[in-house]
């Protein structure tokens, strides 16, 4: 009676392995997407908070009681993107903005005719918002 045995090639062993580094490095690209987009779905929903009842704490706040207060607004306007990043405590890129009931852009500040506050890399209309 003869013995048959089968044999792992080296071209079928390299391959699996080439499979599973593929494999662990696809679902660590997508982990990191979904952590990302977490954070920024966190970020998106304190930004209101941190614009709202200005203190010590919310020092770029320009929103009290229910409305904008146009000269703490216009403070907000003048300051430096990053500057104003670190206030809000952001690490995701911003552009701030308001339309009117039409969806038209409002000039933020009428002195800069500026329609937001934000990112240089963000753009309105084809206006930088930094």
Known sequence: MKKRSQTISTDVVVA???F???FVFFFQIISKQSTSSASLRRESEMLPVRLTNPGPDRPAAFIVENKVDKSRLKEVAGKNYSELKEELNLKHEFCLYFEDEQGNLIDISKDTGRSCIGSSAASLNGV???
């Open 16 to 18: 699996i392995v080439l």
């Open 128 to 130: 930088p918002c930094g």
């Open 20 to 22: 599973m580094i593929a």
